[in-house]
């Protein structure tokens, strides 16, 4: 599933500010010992910090260094990733350059006589949102401090140090038992690798298997491609006769290619409804999906949520809906199929940073109807139907937050309360169709629990764990137009934005002489029914498969989208996951074991 953050975009032509978080505390200075081999000027902080989390210690010059920062900074000698500096000003006298003084978040207190304030600079975190170069007056942005106010004691400073640098260590040098947690979770993060070896190497087997296909792996995708045509042309699939082929019907003609090569692919574990430790032991912090079975039968929205009570209820309203050919939502494709491709003009600095300058991720076409008008394109009376157009236009309800447009809904769902005041909500949607949709490959950076009201959904899911398999990047997007009066779409605008979530892999004509290590990756099966909830972590890949539902036609299902409690960088396809530092508290109130 996807959302405007979760499908995240960029401006490739937008400038970008750098982001910095700086944090002062006060301590007391009751020592007389030194510091002199940590002292720096301010300017040189700026450097520092593109690499290390910066603690600085303001002290004017006739005034020692503080024991406290001292025993602090030999807590820290081992973690790479912190550093203690002196400078010998007070807050108030530090200038980055003439004319350029510090700027505090808050007013840090007033300095009394015998006193010193420390800064915590953050490392800097690497833009990876566009690819555009920072303009030149932009450079010499300078960051913002904030002021500790809280106990001026070693314990609740380094807390806060470790807060808001990202580390786990305790007074004495040592990993904390959080930081000991945290290593753990790392190493026990699940991997498909674990429950099974079928790969998408596997898939195409299958296949050429099932067909008695005797091609090479760079044209399987052509011949595959050709079956699944003939498939929904209601032909058995005989592959054309080349040099790399020979004519063959399917050994089991009941099914389609991609039913038969599904079967071998592993499928999540399925549940009853779990406790809280239960459920973030096994799964959530495993980064493991899970299907919980039953998990939504008691909301009144399963019985509630007709066709006709939704006519009644928002039948004039009116909606923003999203449309594609045939039920393909948000796929890549070639950009030279576009008009204005010869034209189109990308940024020098850009166009080299593109990894897929040839590809476009397909935006789908947007119109706004009356809820009513929209529940007709269910059951094919719709204006937005014509027989005689050669594609099917499909009208998609696609992630919009039941708060902020249907509120009235909210009461017939219920979060769930194994989940409930553990994890931070961000977003609670709701997803509506004919059920004849396919949510081409991608991931959300979101914690998601998928709750199935009609129909069926089909998830094939990739973890997260090597995105150099999934060619994570930067992808140029277009945006369909779609003619409201002819009933069809055209290939009309390039844009001059990215998507960042977007695989330019297909998984159902998967091109291996492009992207050879796509056929290493190990796909997961989790499907749900009427009543069952998917646990799907943040930053798995997934590919959805809509059903309707036979006797209504429609698919509906709800989502809550979660912080994550495992995060990455992205697009960033050597990135790892890592405890997001929203959790820490978790770190603490749970055991280590898994």
């Not at 978080?21 to 910090?49: K, M, Q, R």
């Not at 006769?241 to 050994?251: G, L, R």
């Not at 709750?451 to 973890?463: T, V």
């Amino acid at each position: 599933m996807a959302a405007p953050l979760g499908r995240r975009s960029c401006r490739l032509f937008t400038d970008v500010l750098a982001a910095y978080v700086l944090i002062a505390c006060f301590l007391p200075s009751t020592s007389v010992s030194t510091c002199s081999d940590l002292y720096i000027e301010p300017y040189d902080i700026l450097d520092l910090v593109k690499k290390q989390c910066v603690v600085v210690l303001f002290a004017p010059d006739d005034q020692p260094c503080d024991d406290v920062f001292l025993q602090l900074s030999n807590a820290f000698s081992n973690e790479h990733l912190v550093t203690f500096r002196r400078v010998e000003y007070a807050p108030n006298e530090f200038f980055w350059r003439p004319n350029e003084p510090l700027k505090w978040i808050s007013k840090p207190p007033a300095m009394d006589i015998g006193t010193s304030t420390i800064g915590v600079f953050e490392k800097k975190k690497i833009d990876r949102s566009c690819l555009s170069q920072v303009p030149s007056h932009q450079r010499s942005w300078r960051p913002k401090a904030a002021a500790y106010s809280g106990p001026l004691n070693a314990m609740p400073i380094l807390d806060f140090i470790n807060e808001k640098c990202g580390s786990y260590q305790n007074i004495h040098g040592e990993l904390s038992n959080e930081g000991i947690h945290r290593e753990s979770i790392l190493a026990n993060l699940f991997h498909v690798a674990s429950i099974s070896n079928f790969t998408m190497r596997s898939w195409v087997d299958v296949v050429k298997e099932k067909y008695d296909i005797n091609c090479e792996l760079q044209n399987c995708r052509e011949r595959i491609s050709d079956i699944k045509n003939d498939e929904q042309d209601g032909i058995s699939g005989v592959c054309p006769a080349d040099s790399n082929t020979q004519e063959s019907s399917p050994k089991d003609s009941s099914k389609t290619t991609v039913d038969v090569a599904n079967e071998g692919i592993p499928k999540c574990d399925r549940i009853s409804i779990p406790t809280w430790n239960t459920f973030f032991s096994r799964y959530l912090k495993q980064s493991k999906p899970v299907v919980i079975e039953g998990a939504v039968n008691h909301w009144p929205a399963m019985h509630k949520w007709t066709t006709e009570y939704l006519r009644s209820k928002y039948g004039k309203k009116e909606v923003h809906i999203k449309l594609a050919p045939n039920g393909h939502f948000e796929g890549v494709e070639k950009a030279s199929l576009w008009e204005g491709y010869e034209s189109f003009n990308i940024p020098e600095d850009v166009k080299v940073a593109l990894r897929y300058p040839d590809l476009v991720v397909v935006r789908p076409a947007t119109i706004n109807l009356n809820f009513s008008e929209f529940l007709d394109t269910m059951t094919g009376n719709s204006t937005l139907h014509k027989e005689d157009v050669n594609e099917r236009v499909s009208a998609y309800l696609e992630y919009s937050s039941i708060p902020q447009y249907l509120p009235e809904l909210e009461s017939d769902i219920e979060e769930f309360p194994f989940i409930r005041n553990k994890l931070k909500r961000r977003h609670l949607n709701i997803w509506l169709s004919d059920g004849n949709t396919l949510g081409k490959l991608h991931f959300d950076p979101f914690d998601n629990l998928l709750s199935q009201i009609r129909g069926k959904k089909e998830l094939i899911l990739f973890e997260p764990h090597d995105n150099t398999k999934l060619y994570e990047a930067h992808i140029p997007e277009a945006l369909l137009g779609f003619n409201a009066k002819t009933r069809e779409f055209r290939r009309k605008t390039l844009m001059d934005s990215t998507s960042m979530v977007m695989a330019p892999v297909d998984i159902q004509e998967p091109d291996f002489k492009r992207f050879p290590k796509f056929a290493e990756t190990r796909p997961l099966n989790c499907t749900i029914n009427e009543g069952d909830m998917l646990f799907m972590p943040a930053f798995w890949w997934h590919e959805v498969q809509s059903h309707p539902n036979i006797e209504e036609h429609r698919n509906v299902a709800v989502n809550f989208w979660y912080e994550p409690f495992l995060t990455k960088e992205f697009p960033c396809p050597e990135c790892g996951l890592d405890v997001n530092p929203y959790y820490r508290h978790l770190m603490s109130t749970h055991t280590t074991g898994i």
